[in-house]
C-alpha cells in the first residue's frame, strides 16, 4: 500500500515509521524544514511544502499514486484540506483532529462526504477513554485495537515482602488464564522467560482473560487486594481546564452509574476557572488555586481524592501535580504526558498512569490503516521500548501443525495469548496453530522486524 502522511512531527514521524516497519511505501510532507530533516532518518520519501496546496500534492508528493492519505499536522485545517483533495483523487482518508468543535454540525449532515474524511482520530477523546477505562477498576485496563473479547492488562508494582520476589517464573503458580508479559525495571524493559526472577520494585504487566481469576491472583503474587478489587470511586479531582479536563469533568458527572462521584475541577488563573465554570455543570465544584501548590491541595482534602486526574496542557504541571497528590494521599493519580522521552524517563516515579496522547493516537491511526494487513493490532508499551502485536494465522501460513517450541519464534518475544473461536487460550511450547487464530505477541522494540517477518 502506498502511504501519503501530512505531517512528518511526533505523530506523523512513528506513523510513518510503523507503516515502513509493516512494509508499505510511505511519503512524508511537511513545511517544516526540522521536521523535514528528521523524517529523512527514515526509509521513506520526503518531501517540503504545503499538504494543503493540490498543486504541491498532485505535482511534487505524487498523490494520484497513493492509496491512503493520512492528515496528522498540527493544523486541523490543513488536515481536512488535504483529506478532501485526497479524496478527489480517490484515497482513503484518515484526519486527525485536534479540536473536534471545528467538524460540529447538527447530526442530520454526512461529515465524511462533507469533509472528504473515512476517519477522524482525536487525541482528546483517545486520550479521555483512556482514563474513563480506569474510573471502575482502575489497576485493569482494556487491550485496545485487538480481537482478544474480555482480555485485561493488570499493571502492578512488587514490594519487598510480596512472595514472589526471589523466586523465578517457573515456581510461581498463577491461574489458567494469567500471564506475565512483560517486566519493568530501572535498567530497562524485559519480556520474561520463566528463568526470570522477580524482584523487588519490578513493575509487571499481567495478562488476565478471567476477572473470577483476580483473588487468586492476588495471593499468589502479594497484590493489595484494594488494587485489584473494583473501586467505588467518591471523589474525583482533576487539575486543568484543558479540553481534556472539562470533557472528563462534564461526562463524568452526567453519566448516571457516577452519579454519586464527588467532581472538582482546579484551575490557578480565576478568569480561566469562572470560564470553566460556566460551562461545566453547576455540580461539578471548580477550585482556584494551583494543583503544584501542596498547601492547597492540602485544604482541598487531596488525602480524600478516589482518583486524581492531571490534564493541564503542560505535561511539567501534570506530573509534579501528581507527585504530590500522591504524597499527600490521592489513592490513584493519572498524568497526561506529551513526550515519549518523558513518559520513558518518569515511568517509575510513583505515578500510577501515564497518558501519552501522542502515542494513543499514533496507535490507533496505524491500526486503522492497516486494519486489512496481517497483523491485526498494535499498540506500544512503555514508552515504545516494547510493543505488543496481534497476527492472524491464514490458510496458508507455515506455522500451522507444528508445536511452538519447533517454529523458531524470535528471542526476547512472548506470544502470550490465542484467540481461538472466541475462547482465549494461554499456550504452551506444544500447542499447534490453526488456520483463524488470533496470536497476540509481546517483543522489544529492535525486535518487531524480525517478529513480523516471523509471521509473514
Not at 100 to 119: E, N, R
Not at 231 to 252: E, F, P, W
Not at 270 to 290: D, F, N, Q
Amino acid at each position: 500500500m502506498r502511504v501519503l502522511i501530512a505531517g512528518a512531527g511526533e505523530v506523523g514521524f512513528r506513523v510513518g515509521r510503523d507503516l515502513v516497519y509493516r512494509g508499505h511505501e510511505v511519503t512524508l510532507v511537511d513545511s517544516n524544514p526540522s521536521s523535514v530533516k528528521r523524517a529523512q532518518t527514515l526509509d521513506v520519501q520526503v518531501f517540503k511544502g504545503n499538504a494543503a496546496s493540490a498543486k504541491f500534492l498532485m505535482e511534487e508528493a505524487s498523490i494520484k499514486e497513493a492509496d491512503l492519505f493520512i492528515g496528522v499536522t498540527g493544523k486541523d485545517v490543513v488536515n481536512l484540506v488535504g483529506c478532501s483533495i485526497a479524496k478527489k483523487m480517490g484515497c482513503s482518508t484518515i484526519a486527525r483532529l485536534n479540536n473536534p468543535d471545528i467538524i460540529a454540525l447538527p447530526s442530520d449532515y454526512d461529515h465524511k462526504q462533507l469533509f472528504g474524511v473515512d476517519a477522524f482520530v482525536s487525541p482528546d477523546e483517545l486520550s479521555m477513554h483512556r482514563i474513563w477505562q480506569i474510573l471502575s477498576r482502575p489497576a485493569l485496563t482494556r487491550l485496545e485495537h485487538f480481537s482478544v473479547g474480555s482480555l485485561r492488562i493488570l499493571e502492578i508494582r512488587l514490594n519487598d515482602s510480596s512472595p514472589s520476589v526471589g523466586r523465578p517464573l517457573s515456581n510461581i503458580k498463577l491461574p489458567p488464564h494469567c500471564r506475565i508479559a512483560l517486566i519493568a525495571r530501572e535498567e530497562g524493559v524485559t519480556i520474561p522467560s520463566e528463568q526470570d526472577i522477580l524482584m523487588p520494585r519490578d513493575r509487571i504487566l499481567i495478562l488476565l482473560s478471567e476477572n473470577s481469576e483476580l483473588e487468586e491472583l492476588s495471593d499468589s503474587l502479594g497484590i493489595p487486594k484494594e488494587i485489584t478489587s473494583e473501586r467505588n470511586i467518591k471523589r474525583l479531582m482533576i487539575a486543568g481546564t484543558s479540553r481534556i479536563a472539562l470533557n472528563l469533568a462534564k461526562q463524568v458527572h452526567e453519566d448516571p452509574k457516577y452519579e454519586d462521584i464527588e467532581v472538582y475541577v482546579t484551575e490557578p488563573d480565576p478568569i480561566m476557572a469562572e470560564k470553566a465554570s460556566s460551562v461545566l455543570p453547576e455540580g461539578v465544584r471548580v477550585l482556584v488555586g494551583s494543583s503544584t501548590d501542596r498547601h492547597f491541595l492540602r485544604e482541598e482534602g487531596i488525602r480524600y481524592e478516589d482518583l486524581f486526574v492531571a490534564a493541564t496542557d503542560r505535561e511539567d504541571w501534570n506530573v509534579l501535580s501528581c507527585l504530590l497528590a500522591k504524597k499527600e494521599g490521592a489513592k490513584r493519580t493519572v498524568a497526561l504526558v506529551y513526550q515519549t522521552e518523558l513518559e520513558y524517563v518518569i515511568q517509575d516515579t510513583g505515578i500510577d498512569t501515564l497518558i501519552n496522547p501522542k502515542r494513543v493516537t499514533v496507535n490507533a491511526i496505524v491500526n486503522r490503516a492497516t486494519s486489512t494487513d496481517k497483523i491485526e493490532g498494535m499498540e506500544e508499551l512503555e514508552g515504545g521500548e516494547a510493543s505488543v502485536r496481534e497476527f492472524l494465522i491464514k490458510k496458508n501460513s507455515k506455522k500451522i501443525g507444528l508445536p511452538i517450541e519447533k517454529l523458531g519464534v524470535p528471542d526476547k518475544t512472548l506470544i502470550a495469548m490465542v484467540n481461538r473461536n472466541g475462547e482465549a487460550i494461554f499456550p504452551d511450547e506444544e500447542f499447534i496453530f490453526n488456520e483463524g487464530d488470533h496470536v497476540l505477541v509481546f517483543t522489544l522494540k529492535g525486535k518487531l522486524p524480525e517478529v513480523e517477518k516471523f509471521f509473514y
